[in-house]
């Protein structure tokens, strides 16, 4: 039978790890990390993104974080612990999981997203980085 994608998101955060805004805000105070961002350009570009956040669209993730894609990127790596983040939450459970299908042993995702992390008063930056 098929699924919906409110299903899918729902077992996903099952498998995943889910972090708050202040878990996240004390890893990035911490040791070193990779957040990713995976919303699409535009929206990037409207709402901004979170200090130091790799840039990575979710229809590349996959090919972006697998060191196996010419089309890697050097941020990523399997071996990093990494938080992924979208809007609200719903795309970066999904990307998580994938993640973790890749490799990524310490992977995690801002459960809310962006929309959380600017309601608790969060830095946000618009200069793409």
């Not at 299903?7 to 995943?16: D, M, S």
């Not at 929206?43 to 996959?62: F, K, Q, S, T, Y």
């Not at 990307?95 to 600017?118: C, E, F, M, P, R």
């Amino acid at each position: 039978m098929a699924k919906t994608v409110k299903q899918l998101v729902t077992e996903a955060k099952g498998q995943i790890r889910n972090l708050n805004v202040d878990e996240v805000a004390r890893q990035l105070e911490g040791a070193p990390m990779t957040l990713v961002d995976i919303r699409e350009p535009d929206e990037v570009a409207r709402d901004g993104h979170i200090p130091g956040a790799v840039l990575a669209p979710r229809g590349m993730l996959e090919f972006y974080a697998d060191p196996e894609s010419p089309y890697h990127r050097a941020e990523l790596s399997p071996a990093a612990p990494t938080v992924v983040y979208c809007a609200s939450g719903g795309r970066s459970a999904l990307a998580t999981a994938a993640l973790q299908n890749l490799g990524y042993s310490d992977v995690a995702h801002l459960d809310g997203g962006l929309k959380a992390w600017i309601e608790q008063g969060r830095p946000v930056t618009r200069q793409v980085s």
